[in-house]
């Protein structure tokens, strides 16, 4: 039929034992599962399966049962414990191929990087014969296209940057080259100082108000709480007004909380924001140790809106980098008010920024004394007029206080910036 | 029978649409794996679902074929979203009790941050009829076990740290306390400098060897390769000493590769060797951002090594910060070889560091030129006798630039220092 669309519906399937033993994350997962809802396909169910063939046939069985387009990554490398082409073979009953244009690629990067060519190498150049070979610019295992039983399979290889060219730039395109598919919109707003339930509490009449194919989601994370609304549809324009009324309705509710009306992380909503104001930023690490400033620099663009930082694990750099005094040092130490506001007051001066945070805190797990244990941080903003600060007693997890560090001094400096700006 | 061990196996089932929609990355699961396999516990699949109650029931059954122990993490908060606990109710045909413990918990927390105590809080403190309960002190649902024909159910939060605690203080000692569970010994080397086809080449007399109760796989990572050997066994010491002899044999063959023979990361092997020879290390970060200094100070102690580092984006600080010549940003720019030299040398000297990593590049997307497209990076290291320098071309990803800047100072930084201490 004509203006109908297809409802795909997808299945990961992640194949390795590293994501099994834990000795990695699967990040491919939610990379590929948003470029998939982008393009209107559902991912139905992620499978992470082992190494082992009869793993991987039954998991290949069970994908097929609730899903028409089956997206498995990884074991295509060189090595003896990389399985999952043959495994494909057998489920599939076919056998093998040598594909030049694959094997014009594996030698192209062999010799680019002047390394010998070995038997093994040429080995990943074979394809299997029912497929439709997708060539792998960035590495050497091509990826497989296959059609079976009104089902599609495609085989690409687990490593990150090999995997996405070849979804965004082979398979996306071709699957939407093929089918009709539906429109699904997503759109989040990131709330910070509210909790989940009170949230929901405050807009039940809006939650309960919503259409069947419309769904409401909260997801809370270290100070903040993102809402999400879900839409399906087939008319893009008509779904994503029907969306922004209620987003409207949700934002009117809890104006005080909202930070953006997307899903944008923190540090972007921060930058965005300065940016457009033409704001700097500079920033004084000590606890945080680096990740403050990681956090705003791995965004593209971030030059226009922060300087640089002093990460001052010494007390003596707090002293040379960021000009606090060591009577301050020797009488309140490193942890205290009066410390972390000079280093916010040095790091502005010495970096010449609008703005500047500083953070000083005992992340754990050792360091802690009785007057100040782990996860007691001090954070101050130094901003047009004045400096402010706060403490806060987060707990004894090291990762998650650098973390809970930062959100917190992101969102305390968006705050004095709205005070300071609103004239 | 006494003495014969149980060869548990587990499969951890996620709920969440935010994961299936790709809005978070699961790193619950690797977390949970990691642990599992610690206890002798062998995980067979890792399967993510939606918030929906059809394909909750289908996850549920598929994993009681093939799994004795299933964790199912998430979907236990107090908004209309989170769905979990009814759905378990409905698969194992059970009803709902509240329980004192866990409310008097909900309570606590509640009169700590002086929150008002809603209704949907106090529900979450009711419990599956057939389950015991698992106190969640981090938080306010608590998770619940449940024996149901055979097979061990588990349901927790999907909030990272009160999962965590659950599995560590309550579910994994469970088990053992009932169970006597086989051993699982992995044992890692770590290679830098090496590809994984010539690597499995040279070692392939060692692979060949292997009985079958012994497992290698390479995890090649932006300029590293892990070789991991996994066990399978009854007795710890026995397996262990068993897998030592190959892990000898391989780092024989390969020795010139050989950074760790454990699983560690690498910014962890260099501080390592740095803190047992008294060595410290300062870092000038420009286009890393702050991310080499995060990656050394996520550990605990990294303190005794690391002093801090200047993450100087802008000109005027590279200058101020670090005393590069402004006459060498006029003639070469920032991105260049006696920029990089000035920068390490400019941290060495301010910073009073044994050693000193310095990085400048573009990470891109922007900022490219015909001369020096995006993906060039320039990287120093100044030791006791001299700064060394070299120029790579990574590629377009900013993510992936960054990522491989941050491996590759690190890999020369201990190149070096080899090379300085062999006397």
């Known amino acids: 039929m004509p203006g109908t669309t297809f409802n795909m519906r997808a299945e990961i399937i992640t194949i390795?034992?590293?994501?099994?033993?834990?000795?990695?994350?699967?990040?491919?997962?939610?990379?590929?599962?948003?470029?998939?809802?982008?393009?209107?396909?559902?991912v139905k169910q992620i499978s992470s399966v082992s190494d082992d063939?009869?793993?991987i046939l039954e998991a290949l069985n069970e994908s097929k049962g609730r899903a028409d387009l089956i997206l498995i990554t990884g074991g295509l490398g060189p090595t003896k414990d990389d399985i999952t082409k043959k495994t494909l073979a057998e489920y599939f009953n076919t056998g093998?191929?040598?594909?030049?244009?694959?094997?014009?690629?594996?030698?192209?990067?062999?010799s680019k990087y002047k390394a010998p060519l070995l038997e093994?190498?040429?080995?990943?150049?074979?394809?299997?014969?029912?497929?439709?070979?997708?060539?792998?610019?960035?590495?050497?295992?091509?990826?497989?296209?296959?059609?079976?039983?009104?089902r599609i399979f495609v085989s690409m290889p687990g490593v990150p940057f090999e995997m996405m060219y070849m979804m965004e730039e082979l398979v996306i395109p071709k699957i939407k080259k093929t089918f009709k598919l539906p429109v699904i919109v997503h759109h989040t707003i990131l709330t910070a100082g509210i909790g989940e339930s009170i949230l929901a509490e405050k807009i039940a009449s809006v939650e309960d108000s919503l259409p069947a194919h419309i769904k409401l989601a909260y997801l809370p994370k270290l100070g903040t709480v993102r809402i999400r609304l879900s839409g399906n549809g087939q008319n893009e324009e008509l779904l994503k007004n029907e969306?922004?009324?209620?987003?409207?309705?949700?934002?009117?509710?809890?104006?005080e909380f909202v930070m953006a009306e997307k899903d944008t992380p923190i540090?972007?909503?921060?930058m965005d924001y300065m940016e457009s104001r033409k704001l700097t930023l500079s920033v004084a690490e000590s606890c945080t140790g680096g990740y403050i400033s990681h956090q705003l620099t791995q965004h593209p663009g971030s030059s226009k809106v922060f300087l640089g930082a002093a990460v001052t694990y010494s007390n003596e750099l707090k002293i040379s980098m960021l000009g606090v005094l060591e009577e301050t040092l020797r009488n309140y130490g490193a942890v205290s008010e009066e410390?972390?506001?000079?280093?916010?007051?040095?790091?502005?001066?010495?970096?010449?920024?609008?703005?500047?945070?500083?953070?000083?805190?005992?992340?754990g797990p050792d360091g802690g004394t009785e007057e100040k244990p782990v996860g007691t941080i001090w954070i101050a903003i130094t901003g047009r007029s004045k400096t402010i600060s706060r403490k806060y007693n987060f707990g004894n997890k090291r990762i998650q206080n650098i973390e809970r560090s930062a959100t917190t001094a992101l969102i305390m400096l968006y705050k004095l910036m709205n005070q300071e700006q609103v004239c």
């Open 339 to 363: 410390t972390v506001k000079e280093m916010a007051k040095g790091a502005h001066s010495a970096f010449h920024s609008d703005y500047s945070i500083a953070v000083s805190g005992i992340a």
């Open 267 to 270: 540090e972007k909503v921060v």
């Open 16 to 42: 390795g034992d590293e994501i099994l033993i834990g000795q990695i994350v699967d990040t491919n997962s939610a990379w590929m599962a948003q470029k998939l809802n982008l393009a209107g396909i559902k």
């Open 120 to 150: 093994s190498n040429i080995k990943q150049a074979e394809v299997l014969e029912n497929c439709i070979t997708l060539l792998n610019l960035n590495g050497t295992a091509p990826g497989m296209w296959i059609e079976h039983e009104d």
């Open 53 to 55: 063939r009869q793993h």
């Open 96 to 110: 093998f191929r040598l594909d030049q244009d694959a094997l014009e690629n594996v030698r192209r990067i062999f």
């Open 243 to 255: 969306i922004s009324v209620y987003v409207k309705r949700i934002t009117d509710l809890v104006s």
